[in-house]
């Protein structure tokens, strides 16, 4: 594995997107879960589906090698962002149908120019499970990029963030910019599941920002532990679904998800356990 | 003679075309424990918006520390406890001293982090409504009483000279409010802290505020609660424009 790793550079340059997506992934997922906003994450990645599609139709028909699909889907994610922040708006009562209208036009639009496109073929295949030999150099740096601004961002907003996220009426009357801010994260979200979708892969990009967290969740103790343990747990997830999805020539997005669920299902043992003989030292 | 804390002036307002503050002449004396009842709908919360300035008086004056609002900028001088601070999402991982740190967020400003300071004056906050031991709790593992003092740690964590509490009871039971009320009295009388309490249940306003606002629409009583409950059960119902019972309790 080790020479095998050192001597092709695709290996390379998965390792190292997997390892910056499984950090931003997981960190940027956290206060997407707290903010209830798992499903925009689904949706998001849906549109980054139809982005690519168009990216690979554009390709096929003009072979304009600027408007690869890599960009086109980030672009798509972008301002899928940006319509569900105005549809929320327009239906004020019913904030959660932005999802489904977001992620059935971006399945539509994939339809669309995937036939367009002349049909399946195994760079979509690729892309909707993710692929451990999909990762050029070009897109590792655009991703070194995406995970700068990522950090960046948060690292600058982290408390008007999490403050937004606690309780948003107390932000907005103590003067919080909450649109800005709001319109930022979201911005940042689809950057980070463009970032995410050649390794994981479209159906599985929400999962690997949510799943840690879920299992961290369970154990942490306030916030800053809660990033950090969905952290370390995305990290293992990503490692372990790396190194065996190449081993055993399986797409990466489905050994990276089960090792999250893994994770999760151990947490929530786990947590179990330890109650149980936490509470019985009490008694005595 | 200090400026009071809060001086409104003829102040009005109107949701499109309905009224719902006419003509209000409102002043906050330093020190005070202000009870602002009323009727549902009779304009508490407007006048609540009006202070914290998240709207504009269409008529009128409002003036904070002696300065007039517009040119108002020592915000972090009146904390709020909203009514809906206590129905916030209990699954979230936050720890109390997490809660409690958000209300400096404003105060710090952009791109500016946490200091030394700024835990310490977490701590006092936090310290000062009996909390002290939970600082590293997770604030969903709280009771509703519990938490609500950690709302207010949060609202004091900036020193404010004048706290507004709206209907900060809801949902706590009977034990907890009264611990509630020695804080408030604490807070009132040792730490100096002017406070404004909006709540219909004016029973216990009576037992507690040293002054009665009466609001429906147009403010009909403003004074001390002594003649607050001498006022016979006829000119209450007129104020709220319907019969009213009412166990008002004398202060001692």
């Known amino acids: 594995m080790l020479n095998q790793f050192f001597t092709y550079e695709f290996l390379q340059n998965t390792f190292y997107t997997g390892l910056l997506i499984g950090l931003i992934g997981p960190l940027l997922g956290t206060f997407v879960v707290v903010r209830r906003l798992s499903l925009i994450a689904d949706a998001l990645s849906h549109v980054t589906l139809g982005g690519i599609a168009f990216g690979l139709f554009m390709e096929k028909k003009y072979g304009l090698f600027f408007l690869t699909p890599f960009y086109t889907g980030m672009g798509f994610s972008v301002i899928g962002s940006v319509f569900i922040e105005r549809l929320r708006s327009v239906y004020k009562a019913y904030q959660e149908l932005a999802i489904p209208i977001i992620l059935s036009g971006g399945v539509g639009l994939s339809v669309i120019f995937i036939s367009l496109a002349n049909g399946f073929n195994t760079d979509l295949y690729n892309y909707l499970f993710g692929s451990v030999s999909a990762v050029s150099r070009n897109d590792l740096w655009s991703i070194v990029i995406i995970t700068i601004i990522v950090l960046t961002v948060l690292f600058s907003f982290y408390k008007e963030l999490f403050m937004l996220s606690f309780d948003e009426e107390h932000a907005v009357v103590s003067g919080i910019h909450a649109k800005r801010i709001h319109f930022l994260f979201i911005v940042l979200t689809a950057l980070v599941i463009s970032a995410s979708i050649r390794i994981v892969g479209v159906l599985l990009v929400s999962a690997l920002m949510t799943l840690p967290v879920a299992a961290s969740i369970r154990i942490a103790r306030g916030f800053k532990q809660t990033i950090l343990f969905s952290v370390i747990f995305g990290e293992i997830s990503v490692i372990i679904g790396l190194i065996t999805g190449y081993y055993f020539e399986i797409p990466p997005g489905g050994t990276i998800v089960m090792t999250s669920i893994f994770i999760l299902i151990l947490t929530i043992f786990g947590k179990k356990v330890w109650n149980y003989f936490t509470r019985r030292t009490v008694i005595k | ?252």
């Open chain 2, 1 to 252: 003679m200090t400026s009071p804390i809060v001086r409104m002036q003829h102040v009005s307002y109107a949701y499109e075309s309905k009224h719902a503050l006419h003509d209000i002449n409102l002043e906050i004396p330093t020190g005070a424990f202000l009870g602002l009842v009323g009727p549902n709908g009779g304009g508490k919360t407007t006048l609540i918006k009006l202070l914290l300035g998240l709207l504009k008086p269409q008529k009128g004056s409002i003036e904070l520390f002696g300065e007039r609002i517009e040119h108002f900028k020592n915000w972090n001088k009146i904390g709020f406890v909203s009514q809906k601070a206590n129905s916030f999402n209990r699954g979230f991982p936050a720890t109390v001293k997490e809660v409690v740190s958000t209300g400096l967020t404003p105060n710090i400003g952009y791109f500016r982090f946490f200091t030394k300071q700024h835990k310490q004056k977490v701590e006092y906050a936090v310290d000062l409504v009996g909390m002290k031991d939970y600082l590293n709790t997770n604030i969903g593992s709280l009771s509703g009483g519990q938490q609500q003092r950690i709302f207010i740690a949060r609202s004091l964590v900036s020193n404010p000279a004048l706290l507004i509490l709206d209907e900060p009871t809801v949902g706590i039971d009977t034990e907890n409010v009264q611990k509630f009320y020695d804080l408030l009295h604490q807070l009132n009388e040792e730490n100096n802290i002017s406070l404004l309490l909006v709540s219909h249940d004016i029973g216990t306003m009576t037992k507690h505020a040293n002054g009665i606002a009466c609001l429906n629409k147009e403010l009909h009583f403003h004074g001390d609660t002594h003649s607050f409950a001498n006022l016979s059960e006829n000119q209450l119902s007129n104020f709220y424009g319907h019969p009213l019972q009412v166990v008002t309790h004398q202060h001692e």
